[in-house]
T-cell receptor, first 113, second 115 residues
């Protein structure tokens, strides 16, 4: 375990479904991130939360909706996804400016059918 | 905006061979540089990082990387690989001015080490 826990590990959903991905860390980190990892492509930064405040939204479609209720939890709400949204979704956290290294979760493998 | 280019998408080599993975970035200012590794079925882990100082940095598991500022490069090396080094390797960059260190990743290099 990395200290960053993502659930579920695998998710298959239809294009009309609504689901949520969850990320949880108890490392005392105060920045949390969602990345999308697709085959043969660079990891794509989706959202950044700093002290529960969203500081970045990299032109992500509105069918992805993040939520950060506190500094330990991060959600990614999904609705009406497309097959091209199938990917590995990674959560990461970081302790402010002291250490730029991320701690990554193991990811949620999402398949949209 | 910065970008990161990893030259090889797939590398196959034998145990005890030397490994060098190329990474170039494009950005006009100063950067912090990272190499991450993802072993099969596992999470991304930090191998090493460069912030400042000695451009030759040593990381875990015998890996090292050299920052050549004039070439905008941060190549990863290991003198003698093992089967357990089979993994995907990612180079990442963040501007030093980005206080929250949003990382720009390369596409990754899949390394397969054969016995």
């Amino acid at each position: 375990e990395t200290g960053v826990t993502q659930t579920p590990r695998h998710l298959v959903m239809g294009m009309t479904n609504k689901k949520s991905l969850k990320c949880e860390q108890h490392l005392g980190h105060n920045a949390m991130y969602w990345y999308k990892q697709s085959a043969k492509k660079p990891l794509e930064l989706m959202f950044v939360y700093n002290f529960k405040e969203q500081t970045e939204n990299n032109s992500v479609p509105s069918r992805f909706s993040p939520e950060c209720p506190n500094s330990s939890h991060l959600f990614l709400h999904l609705h009406t996804l497309q097959p091209e949204d199938s990917a590995l979704y990674l959560c990461a956290s970081r302790l402010g400016q002291i250490d730029y290294g991320y701690t990554f979760g193991s990811g949620t493998r999402l398949t949209v059918v | 905006a910065q970008s990161v280019s990893q030259h090889n998408h797939h590398v196959i080599l034998s145990e005890a061979a030397s490994l060098e993975l190329g990474c170039n970035y494009s950005y006009g200012g100063t950067v912090n540089l990272f190499w991450y590794v993802q072993y099969p079925g596992q999470h991304l882990q930090l191998l090493l990082k460069y912030f400042s100082g000695d451009p030759l940095v040593k990381g875990i598991k015998g890996f090292e990387a050299e920052f050549i500022k004039s070439k905008f490069s941060f190549n990863l090396r290991k003198p003698s690989v093992q089967w357990s080094d089979t993994a995907e390797y990612f180079c990442a960059v963040t501007p030093t001015t980005d206080s929250w260190g949003k990382l720009q990743f390369g596409a990754g290099t899949q390394v397969v080490v054969t016995p």
